[in-house]
Structure formats: C-alpha cells, structure tokens
C-alpha cells in the first residue's frame, strides 16, 4: 500500500502531453548532441558545411537550452506519472516486468544528462567519471530505454491524446492546464534567465547564466585562459614562428611581422564570425586577419585538402582537423585581431583559427603549425 | 494502491509487434550504449557511473517527490481557493529555479578555471533573490486577480460550470 494520489491535474492526458513534450526536448537534444559529436570526431561519410555561419551556433544552442528547458518539464512529467511508481500488483508478467525495469535506465539515465549537462555548463566536475563520453553513451541508453518505454505506452497515448477524451473531465481540464501552464512558466523562466548567453536580444536577462555575452578579454567570454592552458610563458618569445607544411609546394615559418604583413595585403580580410562553444554560450566578434584559403594557396596546396591546426598548448583540444569545405572557405581566417585590436593573450595571441560553424574547441588558439593533410 | 482515478485507466496491453518490435529496436540501442559505455570503461567509471544514477532515481523518487506531494497537500489545505494555483505557480517556478542554479551557486566552477574573469560572472545569490523577487510580484498579481474573480470571467463558459460544481474541500496532494 502507498500514498493515494487524487490531484485532477494528473491524468493519462497530462502524462501523455508532457511525455510528448519530454520527447520532443530529448530528441532535439539526440539529434545536436550527436551531431557536435559527428563535427569534432568526423567519420569518413561525414562532411560538415561551413555554411551557413550560424549552423552550429543554433544547433549547439538547442542542445543546451532543450536540456535547460527538459528540468521543469521531466520533472512535471514524473509527477504526474508518479502515482504508478506505487501501483499494486508490482508486475503482471514478464512484458510488463521488462517495461517496468526500463524504466530504471530511462529515468535514471535522463536524470543523470540533465544533472551532468548542467554541472559541466558550470564547471563543476564533480562525478569522477569523464563527461563526454559517460554523457555521450548515457544517451544512447536513455534512447533505446525510451524506444521500449514509447513502444508499450503508444495505445495509451493515442487513447489519452484523442479529442473524444477531452471532453470527458471539465474539472480535470481546468486543473490540466493550470499544471501545464505553470511547468511552461518554469521552464519559460529558467530560459528567459539563461539563454541569453547564446541568443543575443536576451543577453541582459542571463543573469543565472554561468556565461554573460560581453564579459570577457576584449568584450567576449573566454573559455581556456592562458594561464591554464600552460601557453603564457610561450607567447612573448621573439623567436616564434608558424610553421606551415606537410603536403605543400613550398615549407614556409612565418613569424608574426610576416603575417601582419599578409594582413595589410591581399590576403588580409575581416569577417563577422561566432565563437559557439560547446557549451551552449556562443557570441558574434569581429575578426581580422590573414585568409586561411590564400595562405594555402600561396604554399601550393592542393585544393581538396584538409589540414591539421596545431596549438602551443599540450593536451586535450591542441589541435583540430580542418575539413577541405572549411579550410577553403572565404572566411576562415588566421585572426590576428579581435574587434579592432591585436588578440589578447586568453583570446589566442599571437595567432588563432577562426572558422565559419565550428565548435568553439576546434577554433584552435596560440596556434604553432599547420599541416596540409 | 492508486487513486479512483489511476484505476479508472486501464492497463495497456503489452502484447502485439508494435510492442516486440519496440523492445527488440530500443533494447538493440540501449545495449549498444551500455556496451560502449563499459567499453570506455576506463573514462565512464561504470560503478560511479551506477551509483549516480541510481542516487538520482531513489533521491527523486523517496525525497524530492514526496516533498512536493506534502507541499501540494500543505498548500490545499492552508490556501484559499483563489490563491491555489498562483502560490503554486510560484513554488514550483522557484523551486525549479534553485535546483537548476546550484551550480552556479555553489561556484565551484571559478576554482577549475582560475584566472578566467568571464567563468561564473554574475553575482549568483543575488541574481536569484532577484528573478525569486519578480516571480513573486506575478504570484501576487496573478493572486489579486483570480480573488477578485478575473479568473470566471477569462476561462471559457465550456469550463465554468464544472469549476463551480467541484467540490472544494476535498482535500487533494498538488
């Protein structure tokens, strides 16, 4: 025996209505996470466009504000779903066994995402285990339970989302859409208070946001300092050079009296370019530099090419891989300048890449040599 | 045992190919996750990994639950009728607001990223009093407004009769 439950909020009609929402937030939530997972460790069938220059700024920005929004609307879900937990007889058989004991993976594993997303939004890492991959599998977990969980509840989410059965329970209604609307007004809050370190026209309400856009070296947030990335020392040396090669014509070291004088030339171009880091806080800066697509030009490479941006910095994200659609695209800069001024320390002095749809982590910083691959 | 209502459902049928096919489909792909994630064993800690999920379940389903049960019941008691819903809007608008700020919050996130100014900026405790402040002010607005009847006069005539039929002392969990 339990509690009894007698709210006329809940109902197989809320249940269904907030699981179809809960749904829809976890799948749009699959779909981004997965594709920034396709982005930064590409498979050979994958080619990710550099155009447009916001696509992965809005489709990193759904994953996190999606999983900011499910909070409110996962938990009204499982109060309403809640009074089952203590259903009499337990089980009825095998199937029903088996649809229950997914239900362990499921919630468990979609508490687990939203509480690990929002800690590493944070910085907090405090689980012991490593958030990409523990997050990354979790999901597909959390996806096949949902699939076995979909597949047994779909007759009664037909049943209780048919129209015949909103006229049954006026008293019912009432009480289902006051609960609706004040899980809208919880997960309304909760974005109006945080999304604006993605979507601009709200920046001045993200106030609960652990990133506010213009706050930062040179007006824009800063994800690895140079400090912590063990770069500082590195960065004043007079006899620093950017080593170019690998499959080219000609191996060249610029040092950055050489760039700026590509800068002054016809290599030289400005773009208005997102930084958009994973982690959800993306923002629009000013960026100015030498063409990525001339540079290679210059060196002979070929045209198809991809190439390897390596960093001063040692370590997890030291360089990334260049795909030949965004190596040769127009704005792809070397940046030497950010928002009028040369690039400060944080910010990736002397040289950083900056790309038209990449994640932040592969806008390699402090850069030290490319390699045409 | 449930509430007339919950017994009033009845059970759905597990049974058919839909519901093969979906088992046989999801548990494909959930065991492809857990096969990967103990794979990546090394990084994914699969007993820490256990641990957290099954702390979560058991923390929301035998304290966090409960407590809002308790607190839909306190307040269907304690609040008159009018001020229900908005004194319900505002907790669990604040609620959801304090769970999702502890992060930010407890600020641990300044300590792992020494020397980076635009990590964790804001002035969080006072942040939230603010935002906790506003949500209030509509509670108060929205309370004001159904008590002096704004409420029967908005929601559809469809509705109406059935509101004023219900019984109102019943007592009932949020």
Same mark, same amino acid.
């Given at each position: 025996m339990g509690p009894t439950f007698t709210s006329a909020a809940r109902s197989e009609r809320t249940t269904s209505m907030l699981g179809v929402a809960v749904?829809?937030?976890?799948?749009?939530?699959?779909?981004?996470?997965?594709?920034?997972?396709?982005?930064?460790?590409?498979?050979?069938?994958?080619?990710?466009?550099?155009?447009?220059?916001?696509?992965?700024?809005?489709?990193? =920005?759904?994953?996190?504000?999606?999983?900011?929004a499910a909070i409110p609307v996962l938990l009204a879900k499982l109060w309403s779903a809640y009074p089952n937990l203590w259903r009499w007889p337990p089980v009825r058989g095998v199937a029903h066994a088996i649809e229950r004991a997914a239900i362990v993976p499921l919630l468990g594993g979609a508490l687990l995402l939203l509480v690990t997303g929002l800690m590493n939004i944070g910085y907090w890492y405090g689980w012991g285990f490593d958030f990409i991959r523990t997050h990354y599998w979790t999901a597909w977990i959390v996806t096949g339970a949902l699939v076995v969980h979909l597949s047994a509840k779909l007759p009664v989410l037909r049943r209780a989302l048919a129209r015949q059965h909103a006229a049954a329970d006026m008293a019912g209604d009432l009480e289902r859409r006051r609960f609706l609307i004040t899980t809208g007004v919880a997960a309304g809050v909760l974005l109006l208070t945080t999304a604006g370190s993605a979507f601009t026209?709200?920046?001045?309400?993200?106030?609960?946001?652990?990133? %506010?856009?213009?706050?930062?070296?040179?007006?824009?947030?800063?994800?690895?300092?140079?400090?912590?990335?063990?770069?500082?020392?590195?960065?004043?040396?007079?006899?620093?050079?950017?080593?170019?090669?690998?499959?080219?014509?000609?191996?060249?070291?610029?040092?950055?009296?050489?760039?700026?004088?590509?800068?002054?030339?016809?290599?030289?171009?400005?773009?208005?370019?997102?930084?958009?880091?994973?982690? =959800?806080?993306?923002?629009?800066?000013?960026? %100015?530099?030498?063409?990525?697509r001339d540079l290679l030009e210059e060196v002979g490479a070929p045209a198809d090419a991809a190439v390897r941006i390596q960093s001063l910095q040692r370590g997890g994200y030291s360089s990334a891989l260049l795909n030949p659609a965004h190596a040769r695209d127009p704005d792809t800069l070397l940046a030497l300048e950010l928002n009028g001024a040369p690039l400060h320390p944080d910010h990736g002095f002397p040289v950083r890449l900056i790309a038209p749809s990449n994640p932040g982590v592969m806008q390699t910083k402090w850069l030290e040599s490319m390699t045409v691959l | 045992m449930s509430g007339p209502r919950a017994a009033a459902e009845q059970p759905e049928p597990l049974a058919g190919?839909?519901?093969?096919?979906?088992? *046989? *489909?999801?548990?494909?792909?959930?065991? #492809?996750?857990? +096969?990967?994630? !103990? &794979?990546? *064993?090394?990084?994914?800690?699969? $007993?820490?990994?256990? +641990?957290?999920?099954?702390?979560?379940? $058991?923390?929301?389903? #035998?304290? $966090?639950?409960? /407590?809002?049960? !308790?607190?839909?019941? &306190? $307040?269907?008691?304690?609040?008159?009728?009018?001020?229900?819903?908005?004194?319900?809007?505002? /907790?669990?608008?604040?609620?959801? !607001?304090?769970?999702?700020?502890?992060?930010?919050?407890?600020?641990?996130? &300044?300590r792992t990223q020494p020397g980076n100014a635009s990590v964790l900026p804001g002035h969080y405790p006072l942040a939230l009093a603010g935002v906790l402040l506003v949500v209030w002010l509509g509670v108060l607005a929205l309370g004001i407004w159904s008590s002096t009847g704004g409420h029967r006069r908005s929601s559809s005539p469809r509705l109406s009769p059935a509101w004023r039929r219900r019984p109102s002392r019943r007592t009932r969990c949020g």
């Open positions: 749904g829809v937030l976890f799948g749009v939530c699959l779909a981004t996470g997965l594709l920034s997972h396709l982005i930064q460790q590409p498979p050979d069938w994958f080619a990710w466009p550099s155009r447009p220059v916001w696509l992965y700024r809005w489709s990193q =920005g759904l994953h996190v504000f999606c999983g900011i026209p709200l920046r001045r309400l993200a106030v609960l946001s652990p990133r %506010r856009q213009g706050v930062g070296p040179q007006d824009l947030p800063v994800n690895k300092d140079a400090r912590s990335a063990g770069v500082a020392d590195k960065l004043d040396d007079p006899g620093w050079r950017l080593a170019v090669g690998g499959r080219v014509n000609r191996t060249v070291r610029l040092s950055l009296a050489d760039l700026r004088a590509r800068m002054a030339g016809p290599m030289g171009h400005a773009a208005r370019l997102p930084i958009a880091c994973v982690e =959800g806080w993306s923002q629009e800066a000013h960026w %100015r530099g030498v063409r990525l | 190919w839909r519901w093969w096919t979906g088992l *046989a *489909a999801g548990g494909a792909v959930g065991l #492809f996750g857990l +096969a990967g994630l !103990l &794979r990546d *064993a090394t990084k994914t800690m699969p $007993l820490v990994w256990l +641990a957290w999920l099954a702390g979560l379940l $058991l923390v929301h389903d #035998f304290v $966090l639950a409960p /407590l809002v049960l !308790l607190a839909g019941r &306190r $307040l269907r008691k304690w609040a008159p009728e009018a001020w229900r819903w908005p004194i319900q809007v505002g /907790l669990i608008t604040s609620g959801v !607001l304090v769970l999702a700020s502890v992060p930010v919050l407890y600020g641990v996130g &300044r």
